[in-house]
């Protein structure tokens, strides 16, 4: 891996033909300085922009052209300037759209653009991209990472670091403890190459293996609650937590969300939500969530990040919950939007190698580190699909087990076409994971037949396994009603039979998102019968809050 990436130049254009012509005079020219990346259409180079941010790279151009049928070139740029404000932006036109061209002046606050064809590029093309070049490096984007984290390639520790960072949405550069930079690093914060991960700030303080909550503070995320009582807190801080807190910050209540690990939850994972309501392109987890916790701090919510909740308790009118660290929190009413959490496959030697090549759920982090490699991806739903699209932008080869005949009863109808049209994904029915071994990382996954029960070995050093998930709510066991498998039941559900939950003290019934315990709601995946989605889990945070105010109204 190279210690510091060059800048990255991206051009897009769905004429392939164009593209390549492109990309090969940039990398003629810029080759040696710059990271030439090209995209075949606007949400194809969406995703390689958010990739690049994750790793903490720096883009420095885009090249776009106008005319694509998904997304034009303007509102591709438009999306991009999120991502890199300050990248200089040149959309490529044919003659006949230069007046769309001169709109984007104001609406992109466009650099230039380029009319087709740009030949000869000694001429056309270089003189331009060259005073742009040199624009942006005498304003370098603020936002540029420069938070640096040393470590080993194949270490769990240094991988969970990582994947806190991306998860948590912190620009970080990634040195191996061996390369030059990283060994100096190591070197000037006393540390030899056994203490890794070392985490260094831009201000120049530095960690050693630091634990989330102190990586959490070191990287400015706030881990401790501002005040002691509050009008609402939002435990969990997936789609329906931070619509909970998006609406009860914005409705004026006093509105705190406490996360165990990473705002965004399981969406916080999805490569790409394609069926949001709003984001015909689709939008990836990533995105979605930064928006959605700018838009909550935005209203006065406070967001907590490495806090777990293990405790609620009854105090009257007051409702109390304990954290990991035997500190506490009060409200008047909460909402519990803890979602689930991925299951874990039982085969030997699994364990042991989790963070060194097997992974659950995919993992923005590692998807570029699969280049020219085969990757193995169990499970037939659609996050297994989703990731499978994803991994096969850089994979040689993606390999999908699955137990069943084929994805027809378990994934999508769209998702199962992307990936029919992809050549390099298979899918390998009524196939399990046996068993999977290595020294330092995976190496080796052992494969049965279902059917028949036949064994086989096959090399791999990826594998990344999405087999369902189930909520993590024992801590609640005894204080709400849940159902069999753990799932909160509330509103009419906790009424059947027409008697009201056992302790429950009031003389009506409990509302529709209301669990066993008044001025305490459940939304999202928890809830027992809800639906798993995206839409859905946010409506949930919304309507919770609804049902607060009235709970709050009726005190
Ligand atoms: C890879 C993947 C792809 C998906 N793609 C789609 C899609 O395309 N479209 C779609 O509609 N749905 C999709 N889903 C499903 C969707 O993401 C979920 O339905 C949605 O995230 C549920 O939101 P939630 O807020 O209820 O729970 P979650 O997203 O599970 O969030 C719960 C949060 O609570 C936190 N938490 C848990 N316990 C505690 C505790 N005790 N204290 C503090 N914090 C706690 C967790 O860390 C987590 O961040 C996908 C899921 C996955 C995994």
């Not at 190459?193 to 989330?212: C, F």
């Amino acid at each position: 891996m190279v210690a510091m990436a060059n800048p990255v130049i991206l051009t897009i254009d769905d004429d392939p033909a164009v593209s390549r012509a492109v990309a090969r005079d940039l990398r003629r020219h810029y080759g040696d300085r710059y990271r030439v990346v090209r995209a075949g259409s606007g949400p194809e180079a969406l995703d390689a922009l958010r990739e690049i941010k994750l790793r903490g790279e720096q883009v420095s151009l885009l090249l776009a052209d106008h005319r694509m049928p998904e997304m034009t070139g303007v509102e591709f740029l438009e999306a991009a300037m999120d991502l890199f404000p300050a990248a200089r932006r040149v959309l490529l036109t044919a003659y006949a759209d230069t007046d769309a061209a001169i709109d984007a002046i104001n609406v992109v606050d466009l650099d230039h653009y380029l009319l087709k064809p740009w030949h000869p590029p000694e001429e056309k093309l270089y003189p331009v991209v060259d005073t742009l070049l040199d624009a942006w490096a005498a304003t370098p984007d603020a936002s540029a990472a420069e938070l640096r984290v040393v470590g080993h390639r194949w270490s769990a520790p240094s991988f969970a670091v990582r994947d806190f960072l991306a998860r948590n949405l912190v620009p970080y550069r990634w040195l191996l403890a061996d390369d030059p930079e990283g060994a100096r690093l190591l070197a000037a914060a006393g540390a030899g190459e056994a203490d890794v991960p070392l985490v260094v700030t831009a201000e120049g303080k530095t960690a050693v293996a630091p634990t989330e909550t102190e990586l959490a503070a070191l990287v400015g995320l706030t881990v401790a609650p501002a005040e002691d009582f509050y009008d609402l807190v939002v435990v969990g801080g997936g789609p329906a937590g931070l619509g909970a807190a998006v609406y009860g910050a914005s409705e004026g209540l006093r509105t705190v969300l406490v996360e165990r690990r990473a705002t965004g939850g399981q969406a916080g994972q999805s490569s790409r939500i394609e069926n949001y309501l709003g984001f015909p392109e689709g939008v990836s987890g990533a995105q979605l969530t930064d928006r959605a916790r700018r838009q909550a701090l935005k209203f006065g919510a406070e967001l907590l990040t490495t806090r777990e909740v293990v405790g609620l308790t009854d105090a009257g009118s007051a409702r109390v919950l304990d954290f990991g660290d035997g500190s506490r929190i009060a409200a008047h009413t909460v909402v519990l939007a803890t979602g689930v959490a991925y299951r874990v496959l039982d085969a030997p030697g699994l364990a042991g190698l989790t963070g060194r090549g097997v992974f659950y759920g995919s993992t923005a982090t590692e998807a570029p580190s699969c280049v020219d490699q085969d990757v193995y991806i169990v499970g037939g739903a659609n996050s297994a699909g989703q990731a499978a699209v994803h991994f096969s932008r850089y994979a040689t080869r993606v390999h999908v087990l699955i137990r069943g005949a084929d994805l027809t009863a378990s994934m999508s109808r769209y998702l199962i076409d992307q990936l029919d049209r992809i050549d390099s994904v298979q899918v390998h029915p009524h196939t399990v994971v046996a068993g999977g071994e290595g020294d330092d990382h995976l190496e080796r996954l052992t494969l049965r037949d279902t059917r028949t029960g036949e064994t086989r070995t096959v090399d791999a050093s990826w594998l990344f396994i999405f087999i369902g998930a189930e909520p993590r709510t024992d801590w609640l066991d005894g204080t709400l009603v849940r159902d069999r498998r753990g799932f909160v039941v509330t509103g009419p559900d906790l009424v059947a039979g027409g008697r009201r939950p056992p302790g429950w003290s009031l003389s009506r019934d409990p509302y529709h998102l209301e669990t066993s315990l008044p001025g305490v709601f459940a939304a999202g995946d928890v809830r027992a019968e809800s639906v798993k989605r995206v839409a859905s889990a946010v409506g949930e945070g919304a309507m919770a809050v609804s049902l607060v105010h009235r709970y709050l109204e009726a005190q």
